[in-house]
């Protein structure tokens, strides 16, 4: 589902951000035949073979944390000291990409960011992920608080109405959130009679949350320098 909602987004210029339950060849392949840009968080038990050494296999839970012991750099990042350590190479079933190991000064927990934006910096593939907390945070509290999670409904035509509240309120919610980097959307009506088509589940997500968050097309969460937006 997850792969056919980035397959049917209808923007451009986009960063997904996710955890490691969805870096996965469907999701990664349907990221990279949008030409998006992705940064997830790759399990320590997936083998790690770095550039140029196709048979120097590495488990990510040895090696970053060797790596950040020998070569890690501190470095400020939103108010806060973390020591980052970066090396790019093939992860296992994912393909080439650019690894990015950070951990909190003092703390002893660490975390592998994986991203095929090879071309970027530690530091920026940092600040593109503590993105995704904030809107983990506001999905969890709307689910809670609103009772979006809770819908009972089995009919098509409520399916589709229950999409279209949600997007409002989820989509609204974004853009307070993020307000200095949005201007309002479009106004949005649930239709009266909704007529049903065929349309893939992925497809209506895709719409629902295109419209949503980028009515006017334009970015949701400020980008350093290439204007991508961040979902």
């Avoid at 819908?151 to 853009?175: F, K, M, P, T």
Wanted: glycine share 10%; aromatic share 10%.
């Amino acid at each position: 589902m997850t792969g056919e909602i980035i397959a049917h987004f209808p923007l451009t210029k986009v960063t997904v951000l996710f955890d490691c339950y969805y870096l996965c060849p469907n999701v990664t392949r349907a990221c990279e035949a949008k030409q998006y840009h992705y940064v997830g968080v790759a399990k320590k038990n997936r083998n790690f073979f770095p550039d140029g050494r196709d048979r120097d296999k590495r488990k990510l839970a040895a090696y970053g944390k060797n790596l950040l012991g020998r070569l890690g750099r501190t470095t400020a990042c939103r108010g806060k000291k973390y020591r980052l350590a970066e090396r790019v190479g093939r992860l296992s079933k994912l393909g080439r990409v650019k690894l990015v190991f950070s951990r909190r000064v003092r703390d002893k927990s660490w975390i592998a960011m994986a991203t095929n934006a090879t071309r970027w910096g530690a530091l920026r593939v940092l600040n593109y992920y503590l993105d995704r907390w904030p809107i983990e945070v506001l999905l969890k509290e709307s689910e809670q608080y609103l009772g979006l999670g809770d819908y009972q409904v089995l009919r098509y035509r409520g399916i589709e109405r229950y999409l279209c509240l949600r997007r409002r309120v989820v989509g609204r919610a974004v853009r307070l959130l993020f307000r200095p980097a949005v201007r309002a959307g479009p106004q949005v009506t649930v239709p009266a009679r909704a007529t049903r088509r065929p349309i893939a589940g992925g497809q209506l997500l895709a719409e629902q949350l295109g419209q949503g968050l980028h009515g006017d097309h334009r970015r949701v969460v400020p980008a350093p320098s290439d204007g991508r937006a961040t979902y």
